[in-house]
């Protein structure tokens, strides 16, 4: 009789956080890991959920990134990674992490926003953006503020599978006409 063990299924973790802090707040972009956690959202295929992290949760969210057998983001090397720097001796640069961003950057020459990806090839938008997560923060609107960084966390998880699945994300270029980037070697 011949029995196959069924594969373990690959761990990715999407993830994405929002900030306490403003880079004003702070004294600038260089200040990135002044800006504090407020909120983190995960999305783990192993268990197929989200979590929601806040700063008190930070070593449970660091093991679960730790965990993972890929990190997907959009441009958590540039910021959300260095947020994370002060809560953690572990060097986080070294997980297996993918940045859409850091791709994205790579392959146009120049950035583009997940708005700027989502609008095109997943016909939606995000739901606010960081300045009003952190005046929700401010306001003590956590609830608010958790949902906008799920509503990233589940664009971010989205684009990938259709970049990964299509070999393509859209965007729409200067001249108003609907562009591709090449994921093909995603």
């Given at each position: 009789?011949?029995?196959k063990?069924?594969?373990?299924?690959?761990?990715?973790?999407?993830?994405?956080l929002?900030?306490?802090k403003?880079?004003?707040?702070v004294?600038?972009?260089?200040?990135?890991?002044?800006?504090?956690?407020?909120i983190?959202?995960t999305y783990?295929?192993?268990?197929?959920?989200?979590?929601?992290?806040?700063e008190?949760?930070?070593?449970a969210?660091?093991?679960?990134?730790?965990?993972?057998?890929?990190?997907?983001?959009?441009?958590?090397?540039?910021?959300?990674y260095?947020?994370?720097?002060?809560y953690?001796s572990?060097?986080?640069?070294?997980l297996?992490?993918?940045?859409?961003?850091?791709?994205?950057?790579?392959?146009l020459?120049?950035?583009?926003?997940l708005?700027?990806?989502?609008?095109e090839?997943?016909r939606?938008?995000?739901?606010a953006?960081?300045l009003?997560?952190?005046r929700w923060?401010?306001?003590?609107?956590?609830?608010?503020?958790?949902?906008?960084c799920?509503?990233d966390?589940?664009i971010?998880?989205?684009?990938?599978?259709?970049?990964?699945?299509?070999?393509?994300?859209l965007?729409?270029?200067?001249?108003?006409?609907?562009?591709?980037?090449?994921?093909?070697?995603?």
């Open positions: 009789m011949n029995s063990t069924p594969e373990p299924q690959r761990n990715i973790v999407y993830f994405d929002e900030t306490q403003s880079a004003r707040e004294g600038g972009w260089s200040h990135i890991d002044r800006m504090k956690l407020a983190a959202v783990s295929t192993a268990d197929q959920q989200y979590a929601t992290f806040q008190s949760d930070v070593d969210l660091i093991n679960q990134l730790k965990e993972a057998d890929c990190v997907v983001g959009f441009n958590i090397k540039g910021f959300d260095v947020v994370l720097r002060p953690t572990d060097n986080l640069w070294k297996p992490t993918f940045d859409m961003l850091e791709h994205v950057r790579r392959t020459g120049f950035r583009l926003s708005d700027a990806l989502a609008k090839t997943l939606e938008t995000k739901s953006d960081g009003q997560s952190l923060w401010k306001a003590g609107k956590v609830d608010l503020v958790s949902e906008y799920r509503k966390v589940e971010t998880k989205r684009l990938h599978e259709y970049a990964c699945q299509n070999g393509h994300l965007f729409r270029g200067r001249d108003g006409r609907v562009r591709r980037v090449n994921t093909a070697r995603w």
